[in-house]
């Protein structure tokens, strides 16, 4: 209930604060439009940008209720850099927008009761609750279905993974998928009640920064620095989840979370970092044919993925100096 | 428009009676509501065009998407599962809140006891406590109904008590040297006088219950409309998106317009005006 509340809250405070910010950023400026309300999944990206502000890159965070208004922020020149996937927008739109380094990989938990559910074969014919239709969620459930040779019953939708744990929680769903922060809720909350069914890895952008194949090219020095910092705290924290931490302290990230909140921050890193799922090489034309064959099972792209190219969707320019320059992992 | 200048004329003493002879096109409401409907597809065509977003289409692409989402069916299966929670929820929000708005006229321990309840429910942010509703009651039927009454109660209670409790004082005098009862004077005087502010404040509830159906599908679990809306959205089919938007809001408007109708035809002849 807070985090919608707050949610509600801020896009109120952001709309204002958009409408007032100029359209145009000055050299040296950068504003970065966040798709969602940063949370503990956000510190990598949120300490990227801080070295990037220590690096002299002026940047100013906006943050939207919605990874389609960051989006139609940047075609509108009201932010410079924005956060998410926006792969739909780019082929249905052809909106000028190039995605120009990946963050981090999906990571979603099929989660069941154990009361009525074991493994994945119990799910044949079963309800189970995704987030919306056409949504990562539900091709990430279709697609392991398919592998177990089951198929599932009635698919309703039920946006929020906190609204689908407490419904789980509550008895009201039985099976669904949620992210890793709310499997984690459900196990401390309920120890034993519920079973996290396997998922192959998955590969697709959760989170990747995209800007205008224009602002990419004026302000290459910026985006050179953002990029490297993604890099560097993509590793870093991958070699040690504890830098997440020590990110947060050092740059007071978060501050409404409060410092019980670190535990659980380490405990989130620890578990992305052993899942590979922050992107130590910043994606590119890898994470394009991942990304083109999740979201065409998804339905988000349109076509054979073999037949999409990577240069529609991305900018590579920024991605192969930052790689040239630190090197591959 | 025509009836009411003739009915104001009746009630001023015949004052214009030169106007009823005078039909010039800026008298037949059809046509002007038609060149307005034109203008108005016109402007969003153009706006289209430019267009102001990459996420607005054009009219045209509209309208087409329109018969489209009709065609494959996508749209009446909407339809008939948003009607359910909204036709549930104003049909219990018109009876509940004529009930309890006469109950607040009539008495003045009812008034104190609920009225401050509805005129806070009335003026709070409905949207960000929605997602409260789910909290306690689910994600099912209930809460979407919930959200429907949430918003359309307080408009009909409130303007049934205002209604009731500003009834003509020289009509209840009246009943009263007739020796009326109390139960004829609610029946014969308070409810009939107060029934052209009731009939005001049920149609803004269901104003308002078409809003909160609309609240609850994109707040609470995308089902009917709210999950063509957020559907299309997602898939960047805008065109599908606004021809959603602006179904609900025509078939909205339809059902005002109705209500009106029926309000005037059946339960008040003295306004038909012939």
Same mark, same amino acid.
């Given at each position: 209930?807070?985090?919608?509340?707050?949610?509600?809250?801020?896009?109120?405070?952001?709309?204002?604060?958009?409408?007032?910010?100029?359209?145009?950023?000055?050299?040296?400026?950068?504003?970065?439009?966040?798709?969602?309300?940063?949370?503990?999944?956000?510190?990598?990206? /949120?300490? $990227?940008?801080?070295?990037? =502000?220590?690096?002299?890159?002026? !940047? +100013?965070?906006?943050?939207?209720? &919605? #990874?389609?208004?960051?989006?139609?922020?940047?075609?509108?020149?009201?932010?410079?850099?924005?956060?998410?996937?926006?792969?739909?927008?780019?082929?249905?739109?052809?909106?000028?927008?190039?995605?120009?380094?990946?963050?981090?990989?999906?990571?979603?938990?099929?989660?069941?009761?154990?009361?009525?559910?074991?493994?994945?074969?119990?799910?044949?014919?079963?309800?189970?609750?995704?987030?919306?239709?056409?949504?990562?969620?539900?091709?990430?459930?279709?697609?392991?279905?398919?592998?177990?040779?089951?198929?599932?019953?009635?698919?309703?939708?039920?946006?929020?993974?906190?609204?689908?744990?407490?419904?789980?929680?509550?008895?009201?769903?039985?099976?669904?998928?949620?992210?890793?922060?709310?499997?984690?809720? /459900?196990? $401390?909350?309920?120890?034993? =009640?519920?079973?996290?069914?396997? !998922? +192959?890895?998955?590969?697709?952008? &959760? #989170?990747?920064?995209?800007?205008?194949?224009?602002?990419?090219?004026?302000?290459?020095?910026?985006?050179?620095?953002?990029?490297?910092?993604?890099?560097?705290?993509?590793?870093?924290?991958?070699?040690?989840?504890?830098?997440?931490?020590?990110?947060?302290?050092?740059?007071?990230?978060?501050?409404?979370?409060?410092?019980?909140?670190?535990?659980?921050?380490?405990?989130?890193?620890?578990?992305?970092?052993?899942?590979?799922?922050?992107?130590?090489?910043?994606?590119?034309?890898?994470?394009?044919?991942?990304?083109?064959?999740?979201?065409?099972?998804?339905?988000?792209?349109?076509?054979?993925?073999?037949?999409?190219?990577?240069?529609?969707?991305?900018?590579?320019?920024?991605?192969?100096?930052?790689?040239?320059? /630190?090197?591959?992992? | 428009?025509?009836?009411?200048?003739?009915?104001?004329?009746?009630?001023?003493?015949?004052?214009?009676?030169?106007?009823?002879?005078?039909?010039?096109?800026?008298?037949?409401?059809?046509?002007?509501?038609?060149?307005?409907?034109?203008?108005?597809?016109?402007?969003?065509?153009?706006?289209?065009?430019?267009?102001?977003?990459?996420?607005?289409?054009?009219?045209?692409?509209?309208?087409?998407?329109?018969?489209?989402?009709?065609?494959?069916?996508?749209?009446?299966?909407?339809?008939?599962?948003?009607?359910?929670?909204?036709?549930?929820?104003?049909?219990?929000?018109?009876?509940?809140?004529?009930?309890?708005?006469?109950?607040?006229?009539?008495?003045?321990?009812?008034?104190?006891?609920?009225?401050?309840?509805?005129?806070?429910?009335?003026?709070?942010?409905?949207?960000?406590?929605?997602?409260?509703?789910?909290?306690?009651?689910?994600?099912?039927?209930?809460?979407?109904?919930?959200?429907?009454?949430?918003?359309?109660?307080?408009?009909?209670?409130?303007?049934?008590?205002?209604?009731?409790?500003?009834?003509?004082?020289?009509?209840?005098?009246?009943?009263?040297?007739?020796?009326?009862?109390?139960?004829?004077?609610?029946?014969?005087?308070?409810?009939?006088?107060?029934?052209?502010?009731?009939?005001?404040?049920?149609?803004?509830?269901?104003?308002?219950?078409?809003?909160?159906?609309?609240?609850?599908?994109?707040?609470?679990?995308?089902?009917?409309?709210?999950?063509?809306?957020?559907?299309?959205?997602?898939?960047?089919?805008?065109?599908?998106?606004?021809?959603?938007?602006?179904?609900?809001?025509?078939?909205?408007?339809?059902?005002?317009?109705?209500?009106?109708?029926?309000?005037?035809?059946?339960?008040?002849?003295?306004?038909?005006?012939?």
């Amino acid at each position: 209930m807070t985090m919608m509340f707050k949610r509600a809250v801020l896009a109120g405070a952001i709309a204002a604060v958009v409408g007032s910010v100029s359209a145009e950023a000055e050299a040296g400026d950068m504003r970065i439009a966040f798709g969602d309300l940063p949370g503990i999944e956000s510190i990598q990206t /949120l300490a $990227a940008i801080e070295r990037a =502000k220590e690096r002299g890159v002026n !940047v +100013e965070l906006i943050v939207l209720n &919605d #990874e389609d208004l960051a989006a139609q922020a940047i075609v509108g020149g009201q932010a410079d850099v924005g956060i998410g996937a926006p792969y739909t927008l780019i082929q249905k739109v052809g909106v000028p927008i190039r995605i120009f380094a990946q963050i981090s990989t999906l990571r979603f938990f099929p989660v069941v009761n154990s009361e009525f559910y074991k493994d994945w074969k119990d799910l044949d014919g079963q309800e189970v609750a995704v987030q919306a239709r056409g949504s990562g969620t539900e091709a990430v459930m279709v697609m392991m279905a398919e592998k177990h040779g089951i198929k599932l019953g009635n698919i309703s939708y039920v946006p929020g993974s906190e609204v689908r744990r407490n419904a789980l929680l509550q008895g009201t769903l039985k099976a669904s998928i949620v992210d890793a922060a709310n499997r984690r809720a /459900l196990e $401390a909350e309920a120890p034993g =009640k519920f079973i996290v069914l396997p !998922v +192959e890895d998955l590969g697709a952008s &959760d #989170e990747a920064v995209f800007a205008t194949v224009e602002y990419l090219e004026n302000n290459a020095a910026d985006v050179d620095m953002l990029v490297e910092e993604l890099l560097k705290t993509g590793r870093e924290i991958t070699e040690n989840p504890a830098a997440a931490v020590e990110l947060r302290n050092k740059y007071k990230l978060l501050p409404d979370l409060g410092a019980e909140a670190d535990k659980e921050i380490e405990e989130y890193y620890k578990e992305t970092a052993e899942a590979g799922a922050l992107a130590l090489n910043g994606g590119g034309a890898e994470a394009a044919a991942d990304d083109f064959a999740f979201f065409s099972l998804s339905g988000q792209l349109e076509g054979d993925p073999a037949s999409l190219k990577v240069e529609d969707f991305w900018h590579l320019a920024a991605l192969d100096r930052a790689l040239a320059k /630190l090197g591959k992992k | 428009m025509a009836t009411n200048i003739r009915l104001e004329g009746e009630a001023g003493g015949l004052a214009l009676p030169l106007r009823r002879d005078a039909v010039g096109w800026q008298d037949r409401p059809i046509l002007l509501r038609l060149i307005s409907i034109a203008l108005f597809a016109a402007i969003w065509e153009i706006a289209g065009l430019i267009p102001v977003s990459f996420a607005f289409p054009t009219f045209s692409d509209t309208l087409v998407a329109f018969f489209g989402l009709l065609a494959d069916g996508s749209l009446p299966s909407a339809y008939l599962s948003t009607l359910q929670p909204l036709v549930v929820g104003v049909v219990l929000s018109a009876f509940l809140g004529v009930g309890i708005g006469t109950i607040c006229g009539l008495s003045r321990t009812g008034e104190w006891l609920i009225v401050p309840v509805f005129i806070v429910l009335q003026s709070a942010p409905v949207a960000a406590f929605i997602p409260l509703v789910t909290f306690v009651y689910g994600i099912g039927m209930t809460a979407k109904v919930l959200a429907v009454m949430i918003l359309a109660l307080p408009v009909i209670v409130l303007n049934t008590y205002k209604a009731v409790r500003n009834v003509n004082g020289s009509l209840l005098s009246m009943c009263r040297s007739f020796l009326g009862t109390r139960w004829q004077s609610i029946s014969k005087i308070i409810l009939p006088d107060a029934s052209p502010v009731i009939f005001a404040g049920l149609r803004l509830g269901v104003a308002a219950g078409f809003v909160g159906v609309v609240l609850a599908e994109l707040l609470i679990t995308p089902t009917g409309i709210g999950d063509v809306i957020t559907f299309h959205r997602s898939r960047a089919d805008y065109a599908e998106m606004y021809a959603t938007i602006a179904s609900i809001i025509a078939l909205s408007t339809l059902t005002l317009v109705f209500l009106q109708w029926v309000e005037v035809r059946v339960f008040r002849p003295e306004k038909r005006g012939r």
